[in-house]
């Protein structure tokens, strides 16, 4: 079975085809510049040179005709025709209290993801264009949705309810969601299969730390507290997003300096976090660098970063009563080498210890960065939501297949 996984932008839309048989990529490539000029198709057969496209496109439904074009190109191509996509799986990244799990798409898929377009505005009403150019061009098409929230919605009331008045949860679902649940559930399960241990025995806090950044508490496979909220705004320090601040600040800014809220908000989101604090860049690479040819504030941004990782693991430890499995996965936790050293250098007290040659190895693989007398493992897991996608996909199609044959 041939699954197409899709994650739709407001003006990108990234795919991968995968062979079901043995879940290997098929190819995979993007569109960018959906709707301005020059959009931009990059394709990538597997193992066949990078084929790139400057063409017009100016809407979702266009760029899907264009990824199915390339994916049965002549020469490009790895389909004979679109008929070989048995179903699609979309990435979505807000499925509020709706949403306990993934969900093949239907009326009332689409409704209820319409209703939480205000939660998610920058990113819901994007993933519906992606569905409903699919149903334009692949009529009949297995769609199935899976949610970045979803994993966590088995997080007690504790977790996930704000210590504000009762009436703003019943009125208006304010409450923690949680984000990056597609890679925590991955990643937790992979580093449980890679350890030989049942998921259900283990207390683990997964770090997925890239441009966005979020701490998971899973305990007996369950995410139990995570560390972005009603938005992916809380929690940890990000590439450009402040992460936990006291609330009072964005009264008190506004009013310092005659700003409007959407120039608070835009300054938390897009201007704070390693970008503000270096003064430099956004980019954990840049920042590193920086630090080592002597910059002091993008020394101090590092320092910040990794502070408020460590803060997170602690308090995940005490939520849990313990922790078996601390995972670092995405961009920062997966490729800096010298940010886990600096995270876990203070983590003895929990018997935490880091092997720093394994820690230093360079490899694309899941792997155990502990020393074998470490209390807790200490793991890279390379994250794939991609590939979790397909397999939710492939698993409702089938099942979805069953209920009709
Ligand atoms: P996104 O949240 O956009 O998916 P990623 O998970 O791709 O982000 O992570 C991007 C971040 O990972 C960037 O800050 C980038 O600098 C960082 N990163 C990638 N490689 C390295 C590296 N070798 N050392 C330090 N940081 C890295």
């Given at each position: 079975?041939?699954?197409?996984?899709?994650?739709?932008?407001?003006?990108?839309?990234?795919?991968?085809l995968y062979d079901m048989k043995d879940e290997s990529v098929l190819a995979s490539g993007r569109v960018e510049r959906i709707g301005m000029d020059s959009s931009i198709v990059t394709h990538e057969p597997e193992g066949r040179p990078e084929v790139r496209i400057v063409d017009?496109?100016?809407?979702?439904?266009?760029?899907?005709?264009?990824?199915?074009?390339?994916?049965?190109?002549?020469?490009?191509?790895?389909?004979?025709?679109?008929?070989?996509?048995?179903?699609?799986?979309?990435?979505?990244?807000?499925?509020?209290?709706?949403?306990?799990?993934?969900?093949?798409?239907?009326?009332?898929?689409?409704?209820?993801?319409?209703?939480?377009?205000?939660?998610?505005?920058?990113?819901?009403?994007?993933?519906?264009?992606?569905?409903?150019?699919?149903?334009?061009?692949?009529?009949?098409?297995?769609?199935?949705?899976?949610?970045?929230?979803?994993?966590?919605?088995?997080?007690?009331?504790?977790?996930?309810?704000?210590?504000?008045?009762?009436?703003?949860?019943?009125?208006?679902?304010?409450?923690?969601?949680?984000?990056?649940?597609?890679?925590?559930?991955?990643?937790?399960?992979?580093?449980?299969?890679?350890?030989?241990?049942?998921?259900?025995?283990?207390?683990?806090?997964?770090?997925?730390?890239?441009?966005?950044?979020?701490?998971?508490?899973?305990?007996?496979?369950?995410?139990?507290?995570?560390?972005?909220?009603?938005?992916?705004?809380?929690?940890?320090?990000?590439?450009?997003?402040?992460?936990?601040?006291?609330?009072?600040?964005?009264?008190?800014?506004?009013?310092?300096?005659?700003?409007?809220?959407?120039?608070?908000?835009?300054?938390?989101?897009?201007?704070?976090?390693?970008?503000?604090?270096?003064?430099?860049?956004?980019?954990?690479?840049?920042?590193?660098?920086?630090?080592?040819?002597?910059?002091?504030?993008?020394?101090?941004?590092?320092?910040?970063?990794?502070?408020?990782?460590?803060?997170?693991?602690?308090?995940?430890?005490?939520?849990?009563?313990?922790?078996?499995?601390?995972?670092?996965?995405?961009?920062?936790?997966?490729?800096?080498?010298?940010?886990?050293?600096?995270?876990?250098?203070?983590?003895?007290?929990?018997?935490?210890?880091?092997?720093?040659?394994?820690?230093?190895?360079?490899?694309?693989?899941?792997?155990?960065?502990?020393?074998?007398?470490?209390?807790?493992?200490?793991?890279?897991?390379?994250?794939?939501?991609?590939?979790?996608?397909?397999?939710?996909t492939f698993k409702l199609a089938r099942q979805r297949g069953a209920e009709q044959a």
């Amino acid at each position: 079975m041939n699954i197409l996984v899709i994650n739709a932008g407001s003006s990108s839309l990234k795919y991968q085809l995968y062979d079901m048989k043995d879940e290997s990529v098929l190819a995979s490539g993007r569109v960018e510049r959906i709707g301005m000029d020059s959009s931009i198709v990059t394709h990538e057969p597997e193992g066949r040179p990078e084929v790139r496209i400057v063409d017009e496109i100016l809407e979702h439904t266009s760029a899907i005709k264009r990824v199915l074009d390339m994916l049965t190109h002549k020469e490009h191509g790895v389909l004979k025709s679109v008929e070989e996509i048995d179903a699609v799986g979309h990435r979505v990244v807000h499925g509020g209290e709706a949403f306990q799990e993934s969900a093949v798409v239907t009326p009332e898929t689409k409704l209820e993801i319409r209703k939480l377009f205000d939660l998610a505005p920058l990113h819901n009403p994007a993933h519906m264009m992606g569905i409903t150019a699919v149903e334009a061009v692949l009529p009949g098409v297995t769609q199935v949705v899976v949610f970045d929230t979803a994993f966590h919605q088995t997080m007690p009331q504790q977790s996930y309810l704000y210590p504000v008045p009762m009436v703003l949860y019943k009125r208006h679902a304010i409450r923690r969601y949680g984000f990056h649940g597609t890679s925590h559930a991955y990643v937790s399960e992979r580093a449980a299969e890679v350890l030989g241990r049942p998921l259900e025995e283990l207390k683990l806090v997964s770090c997925h730390i890239g441009n966005g950044a979020s701490a998971t508490a899973i305990l007996n496979g369950k995410s139990f507290d995570t560390s972005m909220g009603m938005t992916p705004l809380e929690g940890l320090m990000m590439g450009t997003r402040s992460g936990d601040l006291d609330p009072a600040i964005v009264p008190y800014t506004m009013n310092k300096e005659d700003l409007t809220l959407s120039e608070v908000n835009s300054m938390l989101n897009k201007h704070s976090g390693l970008l503000a604090i270096s003064g430099l860049s956004s980019d954990m690479r840049e920042i590193t660098e920086a630090m080592f040819d002597g910059d002091k504030n993008a020394k101090l941004a590092f320092e910040m970063y990794a502070y408020r990782v460590k803060k997170y693991i602690g308090a995940y430890a005490a939520a849990m009563n313990g922790i078996d499995v601390l995972l670092f996965t995405a961009g920062v936790g997966e490729n800096s080498v010298v940010l886990r050293e600096h995270v876990c250098e203070g983590l003895t007290f929990l018997g935490i210890k880091l092997d720093k040659e394994l820690n230093a190895q360079r490899s694309k693989e899941a792997r155990v960065i502990s020393t074998p007398d470490s209390s807790v493992a200490v793991m890279v897991v390379p994250t794939n939501e991609e590939l979790l996608i397909a397999r939710d996909t492939f698993k409702l199609a089938r099942q979805r297949g069953a209920e009709q044959a």
